[in-house]
């Protein structure tokens, strides 16, 4: 009897140890100091998710063009070219999708492989998911962080490809249309 409790004690002690280590990793709390302009600020981060992720934006619902025209607007506040890409893809499970990535570019000091900012728009279809986690999260912070790097003018050799990918909840079909139909795709080194 005592080996079963010794047992049972073991365990919930190391399920609150595991508790404990995930809520210590989280953030506990954004700071309301204003942060310089030069630097990424999560509490502007967050506030672009919560911009992006007021309704679920699946491919083809209302908001899904909202949310694509959003995006555009903020990057071209960064002056840089944007772009869009459509095209149809189909994947290894019969699903045809016409997606619209969006794209642009800043130019670097030198030749060399690019490095990509990648994440994907589209929230998923099958459930009321307003895409916050999945993946509003991803492009505010590609956002966040492209100004800030652009607010400091640091010169770097290497292009950056800045891509928003459309229909990845289908199955990837924005990043299958990228990758296959693209000429930047054969130009990138990295992808983060």
Do not use: C
């Not at 891509?163 to 139909?181: H, P, Q, Y």
């Amino acid at each position: 009897m005592k080996k079963n409790y010794t047992s049972l004690l073991s365990a919930f002690l190391l399920l609150g140890f595991i508790y404990w280590v995930f809520w210590a990793l989280m953030p506990q709390s954004v700071s309301d100091q204003p942060v310089p302009m030069s630097e990424f600020s999560t509490k502007r981060a967050l506030e672009q998710v919560a911009i992006l992720s007021k309704a679920p934006h699946y491919v083809g619902s209302e908001n899904h063009k909202t949310v694509e025209l959003y995006i555009k607007e903020e990057l071209q506040k960064f002056d840089i070219d944007v772009q869009g890409q459509e095209g149809y893809t189909l994947t290894d499970w019969g699903n045809l999708v016409k997606s619209r990535n969006i794209i642009a570019r800043i130019p670097g000091t030198g030749g060399g492989k690019a490095l990509l900012l990648l994440s994907h728009y589209d929230s998923a279809p099958h459930s009321k998911s307003k895409g916050a986690s999945d993946d509003a999260v991803g492009v505010a912070t590609i956002l966040e962080g492209v100004r800030a790097f652009l607010h400091n003018k640091t010169p770097h050799k290497n292009d950056i490809i800045i891509m928003f990918s459309d229909a990845e909840e289908l199955g990837l079909n924005g990043a299958a249309n990228f990758v296959t139909r693209h000429e930047w795709a054969e130009e990138v080194g990295l992808v983060t």
